[in-house]
Every structure is written in structure tokens, then in C-alpha cells.
């Protein structure tokens, strides 16, 4: 016999017990049952398998934080606008060298104390001349008197060359209309304190160290006799005899990034000349009348001058003057909240 055919004979008696084990009940179609299997295999004999994931097992993704809202630019005068988040700061101070006594000008910051803030925006530096006349433009601010001004001359206010030099002689009725006009508002004193020494309890917008000339403007070697303060400063010069053009000291910016919140021009704030604590619901912030309807006599600036001294660069430093008052010395910073 050929080999080929011994070979297939081999192999069908080889195949030919599996096959008979394998009739016509032995395969099923899936999801069909075998009562001789059931019998066979119970459910305590089946491999044990790792639960399906629930939507209780599954991780808790936690949420993503919220982007800051961004810095805005006002429509009005294009002025860029710092964004200063909620939260706690200390405010007032507690050295040595705090004001104490009740007077004319000067007036008490020595009680530190934690004011709680929303957030706000507000102005990156001071309200230039250039911006102050569109507004005198449009026939809604009044014009700045151009008697008793900075050392530039008599067209300081008006003169292309000052466009970006801090407008000043305004009163705080004149610099609330200006910031109103914009859609803005005046800053609180508290707001203005944050946004210049930020949460940590510094001293200057720079930080802890003491004044330098590259940090702000002030009464230094420069200072003309006729328009010094209570004092200057001839061991500093900073290249400026009266009002420097805004942000050219960004060394001594604050820790939100803004400009000149020391030196240059004194900045009105909303706030009545009240002690302290600060507190924003006991009537110092009425815009008009105090509660018993008589007006607000005095309100507080902020920033420290010009031509004056570097101890008035303090963050913290609170400065009174009647609300019609106006000088060459002080100027305005807006703010806004939703």
C-alpha cells in the first residue's frame, strides 16, 4: 500500500475518538444552555473577576481653578487697569515712625489692623494731563488752574511735551467727576493701601528697603526752593525738579505691578478722614453727606508728593485736605468694581 495512504489512514484512527466525543449536543451557539453543564460547574466554582469600575469608584476630578480675571483698558481715556483679587491685608502700621497725633495734613495710620477687600481693579499709574483733557474736551471736567504749578511752566496742563505727566491742582470733587466720567470711581484708601504693598505687610510699594532714588520721586537736590515741602533731600537726586512723566521709576512699582504709588503727585481716595480701624460701612465712604447731612469737611490722599520728604512714601501714609482743595501736587488714580 502507498505510504500516502497508510499516512491518512493513521491519522483518521487517530481523529476518530475526539470526533465521537464531540456529537451533535456537545457544541453549543452562544447564549445557548447545556443542562449537563449546568449540573457540572456551579457559580462557586467560577474564577472570581475584579468588580466593573462604578461611578462611585471612579476618581474625583477636582475642579480647575479660574483663570484671574484679566487686566481691563478703559474705552474712555485708555488707561490699563490692574486686576487685585479678594482677600485679607494688613493695614496701617506699626513702627516707630507711625503718625499718632490728630493735625492738619498728616493724620494717624499707626493702628495695624486686617481689612478683607473684594476684588477691584485699578489704575496702573496716575491720570495723565493728556487724559485729563479729553474729559475737559467733551465739556465735562473742569480745567486745571494754571496758577500755583509744578516748576514745567504755565502749559503744564496743556502742552504736548507734558501729555504724559501726572495732571495735578484738581480737587477731590474734580477727580471724582473724572473718574465717573470714565465709568470708573475713586479708590477707597483701603483699596489704594492694598494695591500698593500688596499682603504682606511691607513698608513701600518696593518692599522693606529704605529709599533710594531710583524708586520714586521726590524733593531731592533738584527741588526748587519755592516749591519745597516741610522739607529736602539733597543727598538724592532723581532727575526730576517737579512731576515726572508716569511710570519712570519701575523699580519701586508695587507688588501688583503698579507705578508710582509713592512719590510724584498725592492721590485723592473716596475715603473721609475717619480713625482707625477701617471700615468700609460706618459712613466714611458716603460720597456726599456724613449721617448727620452735614458734608464730608476733609478726605485722604495717598502716595506721598513731589516736594516733599521720603518718609511720606510709606504705603500706609494718610494725608487729610478739604475736598475743594486743590495744589500742584495732587493728582488721581480711578478704580472700578463689578
Not at 1 to 17: E, H, R, S, Y
Not at 283 to 299: F, L, S, T
Not at 300 to 307: A, K, S, V
Request: hydrophobic content about 35%.
Amino acid at each position: 500500500m502507498p505510504k500516502k495512504a497508510l499516512l491518512l489512514i493513521f491519522i483518521l484512527t487517530a481523529l476518530l475518538p475526539i470526533l465521537s466525543a464531540c456529537g451533535s449536543g456537545g457544541l453549543q451557539e452562544e447564549g445557548s444552555s447545556s443542562q449537563g453543564a449546568s449540573e457540572e460547574i456551579s457559580v462557586s466554582d467560577l474564577p472570581a473577576t475584579e468588580p466593573s469600575a462604578t461611578a462611585t469608584d471612579l476618581p474625583i476630578l477636582e475642579p480647575t481653578e479660574e483663570a484671574a480675571p484679566a487686566n481691563r483698558t478703559s474705552e474712555k481715556d485708555g488707561m490699563e487697569m490692574i486686576y487685585i483679587n479678594a482677600g485679607e491685608f494688613l493695614m496701617g502700621w506699626g513702627g516707630t515712625d507711625a503718625t499718632v497725633d490728630v493735625g492738619p495734613g498728616p493724620y494717624p495710620d499707626f493702628l495695624e489692623h486686617t481689612v478683607f477687600l473684594d476684588d477691584y481693579w485699578i489704575d496702573k499709574h496716575e491720570v495723565t494731563n493728556g487724559q485729563y483733557q479729553i474729559c475737559v474736551a467733551e465739556g465735562i471736567c473742569r480745567p486745571c488752574r494754571q496758577n500755583n504749578i509744578p516748576p514745567q511752566g504755565t502749559d503744564y496742563f496743556t502742552e504736548a511735551a507734558y501729555a504724559d505727566y501726572p495732571v495735578v491742582n484738581v480737587s477731590w470733587y474734580m477727580a471724582r467727576d473724572y473718574c465717573e466720567w470714565t465709568g470708573r470711581r475713586l479708590p477707597t484708601e483701603a483699596e489704594w493701601e492694598k494695591a500698593a504693598r500688596g499682603t504682606d505687610g511691607r513698608k513701600y510699594p518696593w518692599g522693606n528697603d529704605k529709599y533710594s532714588e531710583e524708586y520714586a520721586n521726590i524733593c531731592d537736590v533738584n527741588c526748587p526752593a519755592a516749591k519745597k515741602g516741610d522739607i529736602s533731600n539733597p543727598n538724592f537726586d532723581d532727575g526730576f525738579a517737579g512731576p515726572a512723566p508716569v511710570g519712570s521709576f519701575p523699580a519701586g512699582a508695587s507688588p501688583y505691578g503698579l507705578l508710582d504709588m509713592a512719590g510724584n503727585v498725592w492721590e485723592w481716595t473716596s475715603s473721609a478722614s475717619e480713625l482707625y480701624p477701617y471700615d468700609a460701612n460706618d459712613g466714611r465712604e458716603a460720597q456726599y453727606d456724613i449721617p448727620d447731612g452735614e458734608k464730608w469737611p476733609e478726605r485722604i490722599l495717598r502716595g506721598g508728593p513731589w516736594n516733599d520728604g521720603y518718609w511720606y512714601q510709606r504705603s500706609s501714609y494718610r494725608y487729610r485736605a478739604v475736598g475743594v482743595y486743590l495744589n500742584f501736587n495732587m493728582g488721581i488714580r480711578c478704580a472700578y468694581s463689578e
